[in-house]
């Protein structure tokens, strides 16, 4: 059974950091691309950075400069860093595991006031 666990939402203000991580189990986590996503309220999933098996890594414009994607395989474990963060961000972040499927995490809030 594949279970993606993501943990490190919350409540911090603009400009503030948080730190997202993904725990993975039931896939051979180091063969697969893992991402994050976001979605906001009355908005679609959108794309917020992906980290290959390999370890290079993609960002969607909006968040360069200012998030960092990560994995460890040793644990398992994917991580997003988010620094400087602004109010738009705010968004349910699910984790995502893609290799021949798609899995998705249950999500965490992370909310960013002004």
């Known amino acids: 059974q594949v279970q993606l666990v993501e943990s490190g939402g919350g409540l911090v203000q603009a400009g503030g950091s948080l730190r997202l991580s993904c725990a993975a189990s039931?896939?051979?986590?180091?063969?697969?691309?893992m991402g994050w996503y976001r979605q906001a309220p009355g908005k679609q999933r959108e794309l917020v950075a992906v980290?290959?098996?390999?370890?290079?890594?993609n960002y969607a414009d909006a968040v360069k400069g200012r998030f960092t994607i990560s994995r460890d395989n040793a644990r398992n474990t994917v991580y997003l860093q988010m620094n400087s963060l602004k109010p738009e961000d705010t968004a349910v972040y699910y984790c995502?595991?893609?290799?021949?499927?798609?899995?998705w995490g249950q999500g965490t809030q992370v909310t960013v006031s002004s």
């Open positions: 980290i290959s098996s390999g370890g290079s890594t």
């Open positions: 039931g896939i051979i986590f180091r063969l697969n691309v």
């Open positions: 995502n595991a893609e290799r021949i499927k798609a899995y």
